[in-house]
């Protein structure tokens, strides 16, 4: 196949430029707004305005206050991030080599869940794990959870909405990178490892690596920043950095607190999101 | 150390699918689908709650005082006065207006600037690519949290409301279509224009009889794709909403109270008509493939 030939002209900017300029003003000036707001002066208000003071103090009190929510995301969200592989894997590797002529059907079928309301679909696990439910009541009765044992408000509640509803951005990548595996080559190790764990591990894992990197930044980062399952289904022991900024900002009007806070959340997720890529880069080297 | 497994058990050929396979026992016949029962057991766990959100929809109400969310009994009720709480109807009208204005925008925007990406060189293209890449990688809180930072601060906090949902909206949509748009063009090959070119097609006939219905099917997707975006997002939306109301916030708002049984009713028509749209689509593209 030719490649196409990138036309040279003023055509290229016009067509750009409407676009750019939309993200430059409403996403990357905003970024900037948000760290001079996180160097205001904490004692402002919104009445009485702000005043640009240089407080780097602000970054090391919102750390000592809210440093348990922003390890416990991380946390969430790096557990979250494993089942959703688990899961995922399972489901995108039965899609692209399993599922014969309903391939199409079964991809449907896994983004077709997500396309009701997030809201919606959350409160409805809040009702599945709600106490006397049928799953509490089945787990009590198998004597897994004690007899005041529950689902609802706890942290495994938390988790397990964050799994679910970062599911398909976990598989829709998956899927895409062993879709592109060559079936004939996983056949072959078949054939000389004999062992299909080991020849899982040494081919169809590092062949599906670039699926496994995007999908898991792809759950990881909403996930940290979600607090909608926080919200609905933990308790106030199970708080996330996005509740702590969201009522920062919409109840407690403190926003050069919450504005460090979303700096220090962008940039633990960049540092990661970078340490990551690079070291799965070379893994793939290797 | 993998060699010594392989020498173990090369001996075993009749792994390989044959032609015509001999009867098998069932353990044999579980071992070559077990891949395949455990991701069908995936996917049904993804349909336990929109089971539950169609059978919700069927509830009779649940008294004010009653904090427990639970089956009731069967009625038509909440189907047949879907608006009986008309604050969920305007916020719903609300949250499909805003969802069709900055469908339109970003999928505009975003079409253009992926035709610019994929078939115009110019200045700036990598840094284009970074400003549009980055939305999708910073956290929803941390969008919602700059914008409103940027709104304070220009002395709109009074102001925020649908505009302000809009402009966010059409933000984060932006780079989704521009992805979406762009994986059509690039993989589209362009033998079909220059032949168009070489057969004296004007540019603009060119471009209105083979590139753009060729691209249509991407821009569609992308549209599709960035209506249910805007129509679901919570985060950034309630931190620049002033007192407008979306439907996501009308559920966040009643989730702390009693739940009217009419939100599982959007809930199940939502999921009726978005996979309504993508069968048809599926039939369609087959029966033109065919």
Not at chain 1, 16 to 43: C, E, K, N, Q, R
Not at chain 1, 194 to 203: A, H, I, L, Q, R
Not at chain 1, 244 to 250: D, E, I, P, R
Not at chain 2, 152 to 176: D, N
Request: with cysteine.
């Amino acid at each position: 196949m030719a490649e196409t030939v990138r036309r040279r002209g003023r055509t290229g900017y016009l067509l750009i430029i409407p676009g750019a300029l939309w993200l430059l003003v409403f996403f990357a000036f905003p970024f900037y707004s948000l760290i001079a707001t996180s160097l205001y002066d904490p004692t402002g208000s919104d009445f009485r305005g702000y005043q640009m003071t240089y407080a780097f103090g602000n970054y090391v009190d919102v750390v000592e206050a809210y440093w348990q929510p922003l390890l416990r995301s991380l946390l969430y969200g790096a557990i979250a991030t494993f089942f959703c592989l688990v899961l995922g894997y399972v489901l995108a590797y039965a899609i692209a080599f399993k599922s014969g002529r309903y391939k199409t059907l079964m991809l449907v079928l896994v983004i077709a869940p997500f396309l009701t309301s997030f809201l919606v679909r959350t409160l409805s696990w809040k009702l599945l794990l709600a106490d006397d439910g049928f799953i509490v009541n089945t787990l009590q009765l198998l004597q897994v959870l004690g007899d005041d044992g529950r689902l609802l408000a706890t942290p495994f509640a938390v988790v397990a909405g964050l799994t679910y509803n970062f599911l398909p951005f976990m598989v829709l990548p998956l899927f895409a990178s062993l879709d592109k595996m060559d079936y004939r080559l996983i056949e072959a190790s078949r054939d000389l490892y004999g062992n299909p764990v080991v020849s899982f591990f040494k081919v169809t894992w590092p062949l599906s690596l670039p699926g496994v990197v995007s999908g898991t930044l792809l759950t990881f980062i909403p996930a940290v920043g979600d607090f909608i399952n926080a919200e609905l289904l933990g308790n106030t022991n199970t708080r996330m950095i996005g509740n702590v900024v969201q009522s920062l900002f919409t109840d407690a009007n403190d926003y050069p607190a919450a504005g460090a806070l979303s700096v220090i959340l962008m940039t633990m997720i960049l540092a990661m999101v970078l340490v990551y890529v690079r070291r799965a880069g070379t893994e793939e080297l290797l | 150390m993998s060699a010594v497994q392989a020498t173990g058990s090369t001996g075993s050929t009749g792994r390989r699918p044959a032609a015509k396979p001999p009867r098998r026992s069932p353990f044999a016949w579980l071992r070559e689908h077990v891949v395949l029962i455990l991701g069908i057991l995936v996917l049904a766990y993804t349909f336990v709650p929109i089971a539950v959100v169609v059978l919700m929809s069927f509830n009779e109400p649940i008294s004010e005082q009653s904090k427990i969310y639970e089956f009731n009994g069967f009625t038509l009720d909440n189907w047949l006065n879907p608006c009986e709480d008309p604050s969920m109807c305007s916020a719903l009208g609300r949250s499909i207006e805003i969802g069709l204005l900055a469908t339109l925008l970003a999928t505009l925007l975003g079409t253009l600037a992926a035709f610019a990406l994929v078939r115009h060189q110019f200045k700036g293209r990598s840094t284009s690519n970074l400003l549009i890449f980055m939305p999708m990688a910073a956290p929803e809180i941390v969008l919602g949290s700059s914008l409103l930072a940027m709104f304070v601060a220009a002395g709109l906090a009074g102001q925020l409301g649908f505009w302000t949902i809009f402009i966010a909206h059409v933000m984060f949509c932006l780079s989704f279509v521009v992805v979406t748009v762009r994986a059509r063009l690039a993989g589209m090959d362009d033998a079909l224009e220059q032949a168009a070119m070489d057969l004296y097609a004007t540019p603009a006939q060119t471009f209105w009889k083979i590139t753009f219905p060729l691209v249509f099917p991407g821009i569609l997707g992308a549209a599709m794709l960035s209506f249910s975006l805007s129509f679901d997002d919570f985060i950034v939306t309630n931190l620049n909403s002033g007192n407008t109301t979306t439907f996501p916030m009308y559920v966040w708002g009643v989730s702390r109270r009693s739940v009217p049984m009419q939100i599982n009713v959007v809930g199940t028509v939502m999921i009726v008509i978005s996979l309504a749209i993508v069968l048809i689509g599926q039939s369609r593209a087959r029966r033109q493939a065919a």
